[in-house]
């Protein structure tokens, strides 16, 4: 005796009857009454033929719904989906690059351009400074003793 286990444990489905579960026996009998209603609907009006072709596009979106999976989404899942993303939340999406060296080299760009001279050597030259203000304010009462 041979036990089917999924590989997957989220994709098992209880067999209710003849191998189909729940949602596909509903959307089985859905088709089925939707075909016998344009069938009686409709036989006196249109031919035998006609009348056929009708009931099979009739009931066809209810048999679809019934075995439709879209990235493990059920049919109305995944209608519900396209609906918000389509028409209750549309937008416009914009590319926007982002340039990193710029934003990182900007100062020293600004710089460059107001003192028509190298950014770079600008910011070193403003470094050094502030090296030299740290060392005098350091050199005060060094060699006293606490």
Known sequence: ???KMNKEIRDYQ?????GL???QCVC???????AIGIYFG???I??????????????APFAACGFFKYHGMTAEQFLWAVIKSELLYPKKLVFQSEDIYYSCMQE???????????????IKEREQKAEAKQRKKRKGRSDAFD
């Open 42 to 44: 409709m036989r006196d």
């Open 28 to 34: 089985s009998v859905l088709a089925i009454l939707t």
């Open 14 to 18: 209880e067999s209710m009857f003849m």
């Open 108 to 122: 020293t760009i600004s710089l460059g351009e107001k003192n028509q001279k190298d950014g770079a050597e600008i």
């Open 1 to 3: 005796m041979e036990v």
């Open 46 to 59: 249109t031919g035998q033929e006609i009348t056929g072709w009708l009931c099979v596009l009739g009931a």
């Open 21 to 23: 579960d729940l949602r």
